[in-house]
């Protein structure tokens, strides 16, 4: 859960509280091509076994295995975000050199959901690797499914289209007039235009596009770890430089295992890992010139997505 500056749409407070959304409960066509027809992540969750004496596996959810692209489902979810003090959804938005992927629980739940006027949403470019770990199996090696990195020309088309579909939305999220867009790697991102310096110009052009559709500006979001959570992951050995350079506005944390390790087993407390991380983003906040949005994690557990017979 992440909670920035800006305004709630239920009551004037010096804060918003958003939510990260990750979209892999309905189906999609490039999931039915690698795991079978009708597919979902569901079915990780059904089939998730406990791994040790205590461990709460399987867990079914109160309201049954919804479908988020499904406008009624998606109106269930919003009205009960919004009566529990959550103000946006922040949606894991993935654009590959061939288009989109997960995204009709944005655009066919969330998009045509009757009540979405109660929260906002914003997109977290997910440009990371997606690399076959549904479920992950450390017997085999990992097939790279749909690579991160971009072409330029995939970079204009899909900023057009995000300011067009997506920021001219009423319930786009927007801090001070300027809509917030998060980047999730900092290193694929650079990748694509080969240097820090074209990366900066890849921003501004963005930032332009936005500005001709009649906003103030982009809030500018990048997403920092000192750890790695997924495989392809990289570390970026000067971060805080690396966003002033930039030009981002501001800078977030996805979940706290990105900073703090797991280091007890079967399971770590919540409690060490919370100390820890606040440790960081204090630091944080003196070692960065631009404003840090914290992140509240609500616990994890991957083990629905390893393979179960490991």
């Given amino acids: 859960m992440l909670s920035c500056a800006g305004t709630s749409p239920k009551q004037e407070r010096p804060y918003t509280v958003a939510a990260y959304y990750f979209p892999n409960y309905h189906v999609d066509a490039r999931n039915e091509r690698m795991h079978g027809t009708g597919w979902t992540e ?13 461990h709460r596996q399987p867990i079914k959810p109160l309201w049954g295995y919804t479908d988020e692209a499904d406008a009624v489902d998606m109106a269930q979810k919003i009205d009960a975000a919004y009566t529990h003090g959550i103000d946006a959804f922040i949606f894991d938005w993935y654009y590959y050199d061939d288009g989109q992927f997960l995204e009709r629980a944005l655009e066919e739940g969330f998009m045509k959901a009757e009540n979405n006027g109660l929260l906002k949403f914003a997109l977290m470019w997910a440009n990371h690797d997606w690399e076959d770990i549904h479920p ?33 939305h009423p319930s786009y999220w927007q801090i001070n007039g300027a ?18 310096a074209d990366t900066r110009k890849g921003i ?13 500006d982009i809030n500018l979001n990048a997403v920092v770890w000192g750890r790695t959570v997924l495989p392809s992951e990289e570390v970026v050995s000067n971060p805080a430089a690396l966003v002033e ?10 979940v706290w295992i990105h900073h703090v390790g797991l280091n007890q087993f079967p399971a770590t ?5 919370s100390t820890e991380y606040f440790t960081y983003a204090e630091e944080a906040v003196k070692e960065y010139k631009i404003p840090y949005y914290p992140n509240m994690t609500m616990g994890w557990d991957a083990s629905p997505r390893t393979h179960q017979a490991t």
Avoid: H
């Fill in 136 to 168: 992950f199996d450390s017997r085999k090696n990992r097939e790279m499914l749909y690579p991160g990195k971009i072409t330029k020309e995939t970079w204009d088309k899909m900023t057009d289209f995000i300011v067009e579909k997506y920021f001219s």
């Fill in 204 to 216: 501004d052009a963005f930032r332009e596009k936005a500005r001709k559709a009649g906003f103030r």
């Fill in 245 to 254: 350079e930039l030009g981002f506005d501001s800078f977030t944390s996805y």
């Fill in 269 to 273: 407390s919540y409690d060490s890992v």
């Fill in 42 to 54: 569901w079915e990780l969750v059904k089939n998730a076994k406990p791994r040790f004496e205590g």
């Fill in 179 to 196: 809509p917030y867009f998060s980047i999730y790697d900092l290193t694929r991102f650079i990748e694509i235009f080969g240097s820090v």
